[in-house]
């Protein structure tokens, strides 16, 4: 006989998202049956947003070290060497369910969840960037969640003054019922200055700062947690409300304090705000916490233990201080006119007891809530191998200047300026290149420095439905290609891994598949993963999203004036090709676009090969010899070619010869591929070097004209090509009157 | 040169505009707190830079017009220093009645952020006097709330007294006129949505912000 509390019913446990087995193991830790508040903090720690139960034993095999890692994960974020005693901290995380709920708070609160998990470690945020995926550009929903999310992500990050420098934007039918809203934040900090969730001790007190809690965002990490159905959009109570303003004096008081030396610990509240904030830093630390809730600052009036322990009111830190510095906080946060209050001290009992209107009302053991939540190795299969499919194996188009027209006007490489210039990319003086500029990466300055950092964000979702592994491999291959494109030395990443439901076994194969060859690409290319967020249950009605595991990268450029972009390309310039190019056409963009299919193996990523192309690349781009670099991803060599045409405003003559079909030459998705530009004594030079070191280096082409061409015919006047790319997403978004 | 920026709570361009007065003047300028009542002596310029703030709420540049500092910045400002506000500062100075006219909502409606084409309508001024001779300018704009508006009458003064310093090239905000920058009629407070302390490096993609300093400088 399964045992209650007075008031709760196995209906309730089951309301909190907790199975039987799970609430066996609570009622064995609790050694009794849990009241109505100790049962909501079971559920929201215990949510797959917060324990990562499905995830966690398979994300022990990313690599997370190396010389330049200071802090993996399990902080608030990740935290790098860039030199010169300076850090850099990042992290990528996910807000997909409620942005497809409630579109502009949603996006707005992701943006300003990211940015607090990096200036909690004590580091000034600097950049800011997302990868969208929406569903089909025809879809009845798709405009007004573009519209919504866009505004969101500007309407926080402009106000909170960091800039908006990159991202992706994709549209796809498989997201028609769950949009992915991924934000990553970089922030820039002293090496030795850096603050974490561990280093509380007992005898601590605990100070609540920022917004008074609300009741907005009750249960939100639950509902995060689970798959969507038609009912969903009743959830719009559980999506919280963002404030940047408040967020920007939160940032400036948070950074005011931290000059200080009164800190022992900080978190900010996230999902499962006051809860799992206070959970981890107490787990952290291996003590225990003890709260008034009486004295937690409240928007409304007759807050339960229950909502306030479950809010999740944005822009809130919990800090540990050092004993007798509460003062100190005290000033600081007055002067920004932000909420401050002593809420707590920290105890050696290893518990989390909660004191509410002088009684106890929750009293629990915090080792259950956090390391020893619940972990599941959940069954798992690889999905059927899929044959490679070449060029030979497609019929040979008529035109290749109304292919390449195609491909360029489709809605994942049509121009996303419509987007991007809702966003501040300017804010703080620091941007060098942004989404305007043609630059495989975002490059902004470590302020006051030569340095800059080169950031990006990156997925193939396709591939990684054709074959999570190599898919998985894919990603992160093509995000260091992309740091490396801009002369940078690629550091780290961290990942945003967007999935299905876990409880069925072909969407865990497809998170375990690309776990594994992200893993593998990380080893291979020296490039550990310091920060990460999992996102499961991006369903609805039974249909999971495409795997997309997005990645975001950082890169140290030593000088920023030793840099590439794809554009500034001038006539009689030669374009030479890194990489060898056979016709890969498995789930390329051609297939999708011109055949309208999907199928084939993911293009193969041989990692050594991608190493020695990419260092060659770095060290051409040192020397000064390239005048533009892009690497070569969706659409192949000429949809390269055409963005470097379309940036430099010049076209280009393209030549092939051999056996390769043509349609293969110019839009195969062969990896390890980059597209150079450079004078012709340093080309010559180049060919030179590549022969010496045994790297594949083609001339495929000459700047000149006002057309891309092929062998002189197949002509796409750059003209008409400018004016439907640029057209696409604006016609999209300002149609009238057709849905 | 002696210079201040005047920080209130949500500004964020304080940083860039105090760097882009040290990069030109050779000097930091004092940050004064939106909270402090008076100014520090001696000062040959005070900047009002862009941000949100008060998180625009309410009205863009209502109520940090009305804070504590700004009885010192007018009172200044009858001295005859130069005051320049850049985007949230133009708004400030507008709701200050320090300059004529009002900034609305972007007639597109969306926040804009691009590198504006501009023209210098009047290079006579103490902002403006080091682009003698250049017309063309490029300089980023971002806001949400540019829409430069005044009465028909006060556009004719205006214009007639060319008080009118920059126009964008391409109008990005239904601003009338294509007003991006005006000065009040004694020539010693000006307001722009452009932002020129982002153009004052190679690396910013442009420096074309660098002369309305090298102006000021010049007239100090």
Same mark, same amino acid.
């Given at each position: 006989?399964?045992? &209650? #509390? ?13 199975? /039987? ?23 929201? *720690? ?6 990562y139960?499905?995830s966690r034993l398979h994300l022990g095999k990313f690599p997370t070290k190396g010389d330049k890692v200071i802090q993996g994960p399990g902080e608030n974020a990740g935290v790098i060497d860039i030199g010169d005693g300076q850090a850099c901290v990042f992290k990528m995380e996910s807000?997909?369910?409620?942005? &497809? ?13 990211i940015?607090?998990d990096v200036?909690t470690m004590g580091a000034r945020p600097i950049a800011a960037l997302n990868a ?33 420098v990159g991202g992706e ?13 991924n934000a990553m934040a970089v922030g820039l900090a002293d090496a030795d200055k850096i603050f974490y969730a561990r ?8 100070? &609540? ?45 948070? %950074? ?11 978190? /900010? ?10 959970? @981890? ?8 916490? !003890? ?14 233990? &229950?909502?306030? *322990? ?6 809130? $830190? ?29 105890? /050696? ?6 004191? =509410?209107?002088?009684?106890?009302? +929750? ?19 690889a ?44 804010? $703080?003086?620091d941007t060098a290149a942004s989404s !305007?500029d043609p630059s495989d990466a975002a490059v902004v300055r470590v302020h006051?420095t030569d340095k800059a950092l080169a950031i990006t964000t990156d997925c193939t979702p396709r591939y990684c439905f054709a074959d999570p592994f190599e898919g998985g491999k894919q990603t992160v291959a093509e995000a260091w290609r992309n740091l490396t494109a801009t002369g940078a030395d690629p550091i780290a990443i961290t990942d945003c891994l967007n999935f ?9 194969g497809q998170f375990v598949g690309c776990v594994e060859g992200m893993a593998e690409a990380c080893r291979a290319l020296d490039f550990p993963v310091v920060s990460g967020n999992v996102s ?11 795997p997309t595991p997005a990645v975001g990268a950082v890169g140290l450029i030593p000088n920023i004036n030793q840099r590439a972009g794809f ?9 030479l090709a890194v990489g060898d190019t056979r016709?890969v *056409?498995?789930a ?13 193996g993911s293009p193969p990523v041989d990692l050594a090969v991608e190493k020695v192309n990419g260092d060659f690349v770095r060290g051409q781009i040192r020397s000064g010899r390239v005048?533009a670099c892009h690497d070569i991803s969706d659409?192949g060599l000429?949809?390269a070619?055409?963005? $470097? ?9 393209? #030549? ?12 195969g998705e062969d990896q390890a591929r980059y597209l150079i530009?450079a ?6 030079a180049m060919l030179q070097d590549a022969k010496a070191d045994d790297i594949p280096l083609m ?33 999209? *978004? ?6 | ?16 505009? =105090? ?14 707190? =939106? ?22 709420? %309410?009205? +863009? ?10 009885? #010192? ?77 005044? /009465?028909?009458?006060?556009? @004719? ?32 407070? $000006? ?30």
């Amino acid at each position: 006989m399964t045992q &209650y #509390a007075e008031g709760i019913t196995a209906e309730i446990v089951k309301e909190h998202g907790l199975s /039987d087995e799970e609430y066996a193991i609570i009622l064995d830790r609790m050694g009794r049956a849990p009241n109505m508040n100790e049962l909501g903090i079971f559920s929201v *720690m215990w949510s797959e947003h917060c324990s990562y139960k499905s995830s966690r034993l398979h994300l022990g095999k990313f690599p997370t070290k190396g010389d330049k890692v200071i802090q993996g994960p399990g902080e608030n974020a990740g935290v790098i060497d860039i030199g010169d005693g300076q850090a850099c901290v990042f992290k990528m995380e996910s807000h997909n369910h409620p942005s &497809y709920i409630e579109p502009y708070q949603g996006a707005a609160t992701g943006v300003g969840g990211i940015l607090r998990d990096v200036f909690t470690m004590g580091a000034r945020p600097i950049a800011a960037l997302n990868a969208l995926r929406f569903g089909a550009h025809d879809h009845p929903k798709t405009r007004q969640l573009v519209s919504g999310v866009v505004a969101g992500i500007g309407g926080y990050g402009n106000c909170v003054g960091v800039p908006t420098v990159g991202g992706e934007t994709n549209f796809h039918e498989g997201y028609d019922g769950n949009i992915l809203v991924n934000a990553m934040a970089v922030g820039l900090a002293d090496a030795d200055k850096i603050f974490y969730a561990r280093g509380a001790e007992a005898g601590q007190p605990i100070v &609540y700062v920022g917004s008074k809690t609300g009741r907005d965002g009750i249960h939100g990490a639950t509902m995060a947690s689970a798959e969507f159905d038609d009912e969903s959009e009743e959830k719009r109570p559980t999506v919280q409300v963002g404030d940047p303003f408040v967020e920007k004096k939160l940032i400036e008081a948070c %950074l005011e304090l931290m000059s200080t030396d009164a800190i022992a610990a900080i978190q /900010d509240m996230g999902a499962a705000g006051l809860t799992s904030s206070a959970i @981890e830093m107490a787990d952290k630390g291996g003590i225990g916490i !003890e709260l008034n809730m009486d004295t937690v600052p409240q928007r409304e009036t007759n807050m339960t233990t &229950y909502e306030m *322990m479950l809010s999740e009111s944005q822009e809130r $830190m919990l800090v540990i201080m050092k004993p007798g510095r509460e003062d100190v906080a005290m000033r600081i946060f007055k002067k920004w006119e932000l909420d401050v209050a002593v809420i707590g001290q920290t105890t /050696d009992t290893g518990r989390m007891v909660l004191n =509410h209107h002088g009684e106890v009302v +929750c009293d629990m053991p915090i080792a259950p809530l956090a390391d020893d939540a619940p972990k599941y190795d959940r069954p798992h299969f690889a999905p059927e191998v899929r044959a490679q499919i070449s060029a030979k194996d497609v019929a040979k188009p008529a035109h290749m200047g109304n292919v390449l027209l195609s491909l360029m006007t489709s809605p994942n490489m049509a121009s996303k300026a419509w987007i991007w210039n809702q966003y501040d990319r300017h804010v $703080m003086a620091d941007t060098a290149a942004s989404s !305007e500029d043609p630059s495989d990466a975002a490059v902004v300055r470590v302020h006051g420095t030569d340095k800059a950092l080169a950031i990006t964000t990156d997925c193939t979702p396709r591939y990684c439905f054709a074959d999570p592994f190599e898919g998985g491999k894919q990603t992160v291959a093509e995000a260091w290609r992309n740091l490396t494109a801009t002369g940078a030395d690629p550091i780290a990443i961290t990942d945003c891994l967007n999935f299905g439901n876990p409880e069925r076994p072909e969407i865990m194969g497809q998170f375990v598949g690309c776990v594994e060859g992200m893993a593998e690409a990380c080893r291979a290319l020296d490039f550990p993963v310091v920060s990460g967020n999992v996102s499961l249950y991006n369903e609805t009605n039974g249909v999971a999203i495409p795997p997309t595991p997005a990645v975001g990268a950082v890169g140290l450029i030593p000088n920023i004036n030793q840099r590439a972009g794809f554009g500034g390309m001038k006539a009689g310039q030669i374009l030479l090709a890194v990489g060898d190019t056979r016709g890969v *056409m498995g789930a390329s963009l051609y297939l999708r676009v011109i055949e309208e299919r999907e199928d084939g193996g993911s293009p193969p990523v041989d990692l050594a090969v991608e190493k020695v192309n990419g260092d060659f690349v770095r060290g051409q781009i040192r020397s000064g010899r390239v005048v533009a670099c892009h690497d070569i991803s969706d659409g192949g060599l000429a949809c390269a070619a055409a963005d $470097m045409a379309l940036a430099s405003g010049i076209g280009i003559k393209l #030549a092939h010869e051999g056996d390769l079909p043509m349609h293969g030459f110019l839009f195969g998705e062969d990896q390890a591929r980059y597209l150079i530009a450079a004078d012709k004594e340093d080309a010559v030079a180049m060919l030179q070097d590549a022969k010496a070191d045994d790297i594949p280096l083609m001339v495929v082409g000459l700047a000149g004209g006002d057309a891309i061409s092929v062998n002189g015919a197949h002509n796409l006047d750059l003209v008409k090509l400018r004016e439907a790319w640029e057209g696409w997403l604006p016609d999209l *978004m300002n149609k009238v009157g057709e849905d | 040169m002696k210079s201040a920026v005047i920080v209130f709570p949500g500004s964020n361009c304080d940083r860039d505009a =105090h760097d882009a007065l040290k990069r030109v003047t050779g000097q930091a300028p004092a940050m004064v707190w =939106h909270q402090d009542t008076t100014l520090p002596e001696g000062l040959d310029f005070i900047m009002i830079p862009g941000g949100f703030s008060y998180g625009d709420y %309410l009205r +863009c540049g209502a109520m940090a017009s009305r804070s504590a500092i700004m009885p #010192a910045v007018i009172a200044h400002a009858a001295t005859g220093a130069p005051i320049l506000g850049v985007c949230n500062g133009f708004q400030i100075l507008a709701e200050s009645g320090l300059l004529p006219g009002a900034l609305m909502r972007n007639a597109g409606l969306n926040f804009v952020c691009e590198k504006a084409p501009l023209t210098v309508a009047n290079s006579n001024t103490r902002f403006t006097s080091a682009y003698a001779g250049r017309s063309d300018l490029t300089i980023p704009i971002a806001h949400h709330d540019g829409n430069y508006n005044a /009465d028909e009458e006060t556009l @004719e003064r205006i214009e007639g007294e060319g008080q009118i310093i920059f126009r964008y090239g391409r109008n990005p905000n239904g601003s009338v006129h294509d007003i991006a920058g005006v000065m009040n009629e004694n020539g010693n407070i $000006m307001g722009m949505m452009p932002h020129p302390e982002r153009a004052v490096d190679v690396n910013h993609g442009g420096t074309d912000g660098l002369a309305l300093f090298e102006s000021l400088l010049g007239s100090a």
